[in-house]
């Protein structure tokens, strides 16, 4: 199994960015989570960020035929970009939406995810986990 982990703009800065909401952890950390848990479960992964839509969308785009699953944390996009959603949407591949502070606790605008519409999961307020958690989830999708 193949999984590409999308991080839009401004993951790169965690540990950084607002300690308080993002955690302390930075995003080395992350990327060194998500590559042992995979390695542990014997899938692939390849990680990808970047703080620019267009990026984003040829990387969704890329991983058509070449992934089995998506995770994907678009930041600030996820409040903004139709276009995401129908990168996400074109390529049919199982999405699952992470974020790592609770959306659902925070301003009324980080309510809106353009993006959900296209994913089979959300997990949200769960910091670094929620990206191994997702992994799970689409180790065992049907």
Partial sequence: ?????????????????????????DYKTLCESVENHANQKGIEVKLYQSNHEG????????????????????????????????????????TVEVHISALETREDFRQISYIRKACVKNITGKGIKGYLEAIDFLVDFK
Avoid: C, W
Wanted: glycine fraction near 10%.
């Fill in 1 to 25: 199994m193949k999984i590409l982990v999308i991080n839009g703009p401004n993951i790169n800065m965690l540990g950084i960015r607002e300690p308080d909401i993002y955690g302390k952890e």
């Fill in 55 to 94: 990026d984003l969308i040829d990387e969704i785009q890329n991983a058509y035929g070449n992934f089995d699953g998506i995770v994907i944390n678009a930041g600030a996009y996820t409040h903004t970009s139709i276009a995401l959603l129908d990168a996400l949407k074109a390529v049919g591949l199982p």
